[in-house]
């Protein structure tokens, strides 16, 4: 310190001398100046002017190199220089002046004689030339500045910043605070970049971390190499951490090696001594061998760090450097990028004097800038010097398009002939028959189907398949005044695309754009189309998008702003100010201006992610196709950005023209650009001042019109082939009746059918119908056994007479002939009343027999109901759906083993039958054999038997085993708090308002549980929104789940701190800003700020026609009104409500269910769950619990019923035992009507 004292007395020393010399100085040239105006003011009454031009060109030299003296050392570009040639004699200047030969670049006039007090006014002249080159060695200085300022920005240097010195010692702060959660990974990261990018190349390294105790990698420093560099790695890879942050215990270690000449000290928390005590230890130390300290605040938002680091490093001679993720501009209050920026307002201080100089003043001093005009004018480009149209200069007239345009692909999905269903295809389908070709027994061929002669024709259809169609005209006629009227509506989009801007570069569809214009010396003849071309897109298309930029580029690229910025009226008007300023010079670097346009680091800082990128240029790119093409695939891979390319034709280069640095015809140029057009998914547009020369928006209406004339010329050729083969069946029925000889007329009888004499019944055939006829005599008697209420009708024995005999009168009234016979009743055909026999020849001629194949099934009328247990398959792999959704599987409807359909079929129900031989109503024979239950209201005979009832209860505990598996996997992980996201493509929205401050470490631990449990594992594109008082989104967009992107995510959602108001519509608006979404998230603890009837109204609007589904999460809310409000959003959009608040109750009866079995059905109690997917299958775990339990009852009913075999049983007991069995019904279900069946 006493030595930096000294040093910084001895230079205030210094300059005071300088300034004593200078007022010295100026004291003799004001003694010189009354001198030499007495003696000029003599040398002009005698004439005489050469003398006293000789005085001033001294002074004006003493005054520069006075000038300078204060400054410091005079530059190598105004060392004075001899060996000039004197100016022209013909000159105005030269009148007056006389050249120096030592400094002839600083000539000066005569003095004024004009005072302003006691002093004359001076004036000063400097040449032109001298003044531009100092002025453009300032701008160089600047952008060197700059350049250094970006250097120091990337890499490790933005963390870390430069590392001086060859001995270099790395202190870490290995605190808890430094390494807590979210931050030791990136912590991590941060210093291996550190070591791979400068500290390799080092002498000797060395690594000390300290938290409440200081740990050093090594005992002593060591010499780089691959083993140490490796070594370094692991330590930091295993950096841990260990408590608080003694940093003096640190400095006490490491300043003591010997070895060090340079140290750096990374801190990210508050140490626990103060600055003051550091500052003087460091200060002792350091006497005598001072060792700088390079100090780095890594991430830390606490300014005591800051100010303790700063002293840190100015009292050792070190420097100082700040990190900061959340806020960059702490970044610029470093050392070494302070002093840059000092010295940038430096030299624009000088730069601005200049501009008062070209204004004619610099103070109180006059100055002259000679040769200023013709020097200006020789700057000039000869762009300057064409003609401009009408107000080519003037304010932007803006125009709002007052809709969204799309591109023709696009545009043709929602009014092309696919979309319109006018494609001819469509039209035909429903009459187009597919020949078929099938094989015919009884010809023993395979026979193709004919078509209809005069009503159909074959038709290629679009698959190359050739189909049978039937034609009709009529409707092909409709169908072609429609394909009339939609070509006109293909015509109107043409003239669309072809007028105004449109013409020049297309249609401009996405929202965030960059428009990259090709400024090269070829176009400088075109320069102002150029730039009236971009005035027309100006006013027509940029007013109603998001984001723009213009990016114009010769050898070097140059952007309106540094980052896209919002197309107001404003920013409108000063972008086409700075086009009227554009010059064209230098080659096409096509990659510099991509490359600014797809690495900037502001809009990436912002998240405003260019969307489409317009190339407008009119030659080929600097760099080969090939590398152009490679570098736009791969740094547009992942994200929806397309490139446009637009070629104005110009005239090819001749021999004396400007030769570009890549030259190639119009033809290879166009190839290119419509490659790199392609490749992205984006358009081609070219044209010339004559009109458009190729379009990909107009070759897609174009191709569609071409459709058009292709359909309507298939139906001119479809009616013509039916019209040809009408005319010739009319041209055959004129010329019968002309001059052809006419055939012989048929006879009537001819038209009429030959009958034929039905054939004599063989034996067997007679046979046949003998059964036939006895079967159904059989069945008539049977029909009038079962009816007793109806008397049987007299049939003579003579069948072929047709007159009966009236039947007895029936309930008094006498039948009549004019009585309508009484329909048969249709025999059921659940059974087959016939048996199924076969007649054969026997021995005996022609005497026939018959052979029974199949008896009747006379006992059992009706196919039998009884169902077996069904043995199910769950797999035990957990699919990624809704418990809704997986329940329509695995349910245990689903799986058979419903008990109520077990049970509950029509064969085995408990009824009473009235028997007319009796007269009373009688029940079945063996009903007190059976146990009777109660299924829905109608008493029924229990057939399971007991060991199908053990089969059926082994299998849904079996089922019930893996439902209570689901319900742990739903309980788990993120889905404990998120549920189960089910989509592909989704949005979560994160409430971080004032309420949530207390739960606020517990959501982030389940945003990053989210991020790498279901989004990385499942591959779900996702994106993250972050509302209080306002909204701030991840990504523009919903990206995939890269891991470098979900670690982004992860230090994204890290930095939420819980503040403000709840804007809920605001963040849906948000998310349905996005089109490529399939599903929306949103974690709330409460409601929004604005009306939950206005937030359900405004979805309503917004997702009519997406389907967007809205899945709402209650999180930690005990707000009744509030979760109503979030199921009623989420029931809207046909979303899930999810509310975890039994997750533990949940795992706990789960586990003991699994671990104590299923013999207790009350104990242990399921937990009430509020969330859709865990009601659901909570719902259906306990069904299958009351299925055992009803199971198991069945099965004691089996030992109290009585056996077939107890004869010691009397008919008494057996009532009693049946009475008593129906008291003990079971009642399964609501209460319906039975079919009653006889048993």
Not at 543 to 572: H, V
Not at 728 to 756: I, T
Request: aromatic share 8%; charged share 25%.
């Amino acid at each position: 310190m006493d030595r930096r004292r000294r040093n910084m007395e001895a230079q205030m020393e210094q300059r005071a001398e300088q300034s004593h010399i200078v007022e010295e100085l100026d004291e003799q040239e004001e003694e010189e100046d009354d001198a030499e105006e007495e003696l000029n003011f003599q040398q002009e009454e005698e004439g005489g002017e050469t003398e006293r031009s000789k005085h001033d060109d001294i002074r004006s030299s003493q005054d520069m190199e006075n000038t300078f003296l204060t400054q410091g050392p005079r530059p190598k570009w105004l060392a004075p220089r001899g060996g000039g040639v004197a100016p022209d004699s013909m000159t105005i200047t030269s009148v007056n002046q006389t050249y120096q030969m030592v400094y002839g670049s600083f000539p000066r006039p005569p003095p004024s004689r004009a005072y302003s007090g006691e002093k004359p006014v001076q004036h000063l002249q400097f040449e032109a030339s001298v003044v531009n080159e100092f002025e453009y060695r300032l701008h160089e200085t600047i952008e060197m500045y700059h350049n250094r300022i970006k250097w120091l920005l990337k890499g490790s240097k933005k963390i870390f910043g430069m590392v001086k010195g060859t001995k270099v010692a790395v202190v870490v702060d290995s605190s808890d605070a430094n390494c807590g959660f979210g931050r030791l990974n990136t912590f991590q990261q941060s210093v291996m970049s550190l070591i791979d990018e400068q500290l390799h190349s080092k002498e000797m390294l060395y690594f000390v971390s300290f938290g409440t105790e200081v740990e050093s990698l090594w005992d002593t420093p060591r010499y780089v190499n691959y083993r140490i560099l490796d070594e370094a790695r692991n330590w930091v890879n295993n950096m841990c951490g260990l408590g608080g942050c003694n940093l003096l215990a640190a400095l006490k270690k490491v300043l003591k090696m010997k070895e060090i000449d340079t140290i750096i000290i990374v801190l990210g928390n508050t140490p626990d001594q103060s600055s003051e005590v550091l500052c003087d230890y460091v200060e002792q130390l350091n006497i005598g061998d001072c060792k700088p300290l390079h100090t780095v605040a890594y991430d830390c938002s606490n300014h005591l760090t800051n100010l303790t680091l700063r002293k840190l490093a100015e009292c050792s001679g070190g420097r100082y450097h700040v990190y900061a993720s959340t806020c960059e501009e702490q970044i610029y209050t470093g050392t070494d990028i302070t002093f840059l920026l000092r010295e940038i307002k430096k030299a624009q201080e000088v730069i601005n004097k200049i501009k008062e100089m070209r204004q004619g003043m610099m103070g109180d001093a006059l100055v002259s800038i000679l040769n200023e005009i013709s020097l200006e004018v020789q700057k000039l480009p000869a762009s300057r010097f064409l003609p401009r149209p009408p107000n080519h200069s003037g304010t932007l007239n803006i125009e709002i398009p007052p809709f969204q345009p799309k591109t023709s692909d696009e545009w043709l999905k929602m009014n092309g002939l696919r979309a319109k269903k006018l494609s001819l295809y469509q039209i035909l389908a429903p009459n187009a028959f597919a020949p078929l070709e099938e094989f015919i027994p009884i010809i023993k061929k395979v026979v193709s189907s004919t078509v209809h002669e005069k009503a159909m024709a074959q038709f290629q259809w679009h698959d190359g398949s050739v189909k049978n169609v039937h034609v009709d005209p009529t409707q092909l006629y409709d169908y072609q005044k429609k394909l009339a009227t939609i070509v006109k509506l293909f015509e109107k989009r043409v003239d669309w695309l072809s007028k105004s801007s449109r013409r020049i570069f297309g249609t401009i569809v996405e929202k965030r754009i960059i428009i990259l214009v090709d400024l090269s010396c070829a176009n400088t003849n075109y320069l102002v189309h150029i730039q009236h071309s971009l005035r027309m897109l100006l006013e027509q298309q940029m007013a109603n998008k998001e984001y723009i930029n213009i990016i114009g580029f010769g050898s070097e690229p140059t952007a309106w702003k540094t980052g896209m910025q919002e197309p107001s009226e404003k920013n409108l008007q000063s972008c086409w100010r700075w086009i009227l300023g554009l010059e064209c010079s230098g080659s096409r670097n096509f990659m510099g201006a991509l490359r600014m346009a797809l690495e900037n680091e502001e809009d990436q800082k912002y998240n405003r992610i260019v969307e489409g990128m317009y190339l407008f240029t009119s030659g080929i790119p600097d760099q080969m196709t090939d590398v152009a093409c490679s570098y736009i695939q791969e740094a547009t891979a992942g994200h929806s950005v397309t490139l446009h390319t637009i070629l104005f034709n110009v005239d090819d280069y001749d021999v004396n023209g400007a030769i570009p640095g890549r030259y190639a015809n119009i033809s290879k140029t166009a190839d290119c650009l419509r490659t790199m057009a392609h490749i992205t998914g984006g358009r081609f547009h070219w044209f010339r001042e004559t009109g458009i020369i190729e379009s990909d928006d107009i070759k897609a209406i174009l191709s569609e019109m071409d459709k058009s004339v292709n359909y309507s010329k298939k139906c001119a050729m479809l009616v013509e082939s039916v019209k040809k083969k009408s005319l010739d069946y009319l041209q055959l029925e004129a010329g019968s009746c002309g001059e052809m000889k006419m055939l012989p007329l048929r006879p009537s009888s001819a038209a009429k059918k030959k009958q034929f004499i039905p054939p004599e019944h063989t034996k067997l055939t007679l046979a046949r119908l003998q059964i036939t006829e006895s079967q159904v005599k059989e069945k008539e008697k049977l029909d009038k056994d079962d009816n007793c209420n109806k008397t049987s009708v007299w049939r003579p024995v003579s069948a072929n007479k047709k007159d009966l005999i009236p039947t007895p009168p029936i309930n008094g009234r006498p039948s009549s002939a004019k009585s309508k016979p009484e329909k048969k009743k249709r025999p059921n055909s659940g059974y087959k009343i016939r048996p199924s026999h076969e007649a054969f020849y026997t021995e005996c001629r022609n005497d026939v027999g018959v052979m029974y194949r199949q008896y009747p099934d006379i006992l059992q009328k009706k196919k039998s109901v009884r169902k077996t247990i069904n043995h199910p398959v769950i797999p035990d792999r957990e699919d990624v759906k809704a418990s809704k959704e997986w329940l329509k599987k695995y349910s245990l409807s689903k799986c058979r083993l419903d008990l109520n359909k077990l049970v509950s079929g029509p064969d085995c129900a408990h009824v009473k039958n009235h028997v007319g031989a009796l007269g009373k109503n009688v029940s079945a024979k063996y009903c007190s054999i059976f146990p009777s239950v109660n299924i829905k209201g109608t008493v029924k005979h229990l057939q399971l038997q007991a060991h199908e009832l053990i089969e059926y209860e082994e299998q849904v505990e079996c089922v019930l085993r893996r439902y209570l598996k689901r319900l742990q996997w739903l309980l788990s992980g993120s889905r404990r708090v998120f549920g189960t996201v089910t989509e592909k493509r989704v949005v979560v929205l994160v409430d971080t308002s004032g309420s949530m401050v207390s739960h606020m470490e517990e959501l982030v631990r389940e945003l990053v549980s989210l991020i790498w449990d279901q989004f990385q594992r499942e591959n779900i594109k996702f994106n993250i929104i972050r509302f209080s008082g306002n909204v701030e989104k991840w990504r523009h967009q919903i990206v995939d789940p890269l891991e470098e992107n979900c670690h982004d995510a992860v230090r994204w959602v890290s930095t939420f701190v819980a503040s403000g108001n709840t804007c809920t519509l605001e963040a849906l608006y948000e998310a349905f800003n996005d089109r490529n979404i399939d599903g929306v998230y949103l974690l709330t603890d409460g409601k929004p700020d604005s009306s939950t009837s206005l937030v359900l109204k405004e979805i309503a609007r917004l997702n009519t026609t997406r389907g967007v589904k809205i899945h709402t999460i209650s999180f930690n809310c005990q707000d009744e009104s509030a979760n109503i409000f979030l199921r009623q959003l989420s029931a809207m959009s046909r979303g899930r409500f999810h509310r975890c608040n039994a997750e533990r109750d949940g795992q706990l009866f789960a586990h003991k269910l699994l671990s104590e079995g299923f013999d207790d059905p009350e104990q242990p109690e399921i937990p009430i769950f509020e969330g859709d997917d865990l009601q659901a299958l909570g719902r259906e775990i306990a069904l299958a619990r009351n299925y055992l339990q009803q199971s198991r009852s069945f099965r004691a009913m089996y030992a109290e019923a009585p056996k077939p075999h107890e004869k010691d049983l009397t008919h008494s007991k057996l009532k009693k035992q049946t009475e008593s069995n129906k008291k003990r019904y079971v009642r399964i279900g609501r209460p319906s009507s039975a079919v009653v069946v006889r048993t």
